[in-house]
């Protein structure tokens, strides 16, 4: 994260940072033989220092796109996804 902070402060970028996983698991394996996961469906945003004091709600897997595609300022417009921006 420091470096991040370094590039935003000396380059004028704009980070987000996305913290996520993929499914659920047992111990060091990937799914298992029951219903119960493991590792929960959710996602983050860790960092958005554009949205500074902006509550943001926990999302869903789906929502991923559509908000990582917002930040970035690619339209959604036509497209038949899932999820929406969290923000």
């Not at 060091?28 to 902006?54: C, F, K, M, S």
């Amino acid at each position: 994260m420091t470096q991040i902070y370094l590039r935003e402060t000396q380059f004028n970028e704009e980070w987000m940072v996305v913290l996520t996983t993929d499914h659920g698991g047992q111990g060091t394996r990937h799914g298992g033989q029951d219903n119960i996961t493991e590792t929960p469906y959710v996602w983050y945003a860790v960092r958005t220092p554009n949205l500074i004091g902006t509550m943001i709600p926990q999302g869903e897997t789906v929502d991923l796109l559509p908000t990582m595609m917002k930040w970035l300022g690619i339209s959604t417009n036509g497209m038949s996804l899932d999820g929406t921006a969290i923000y």
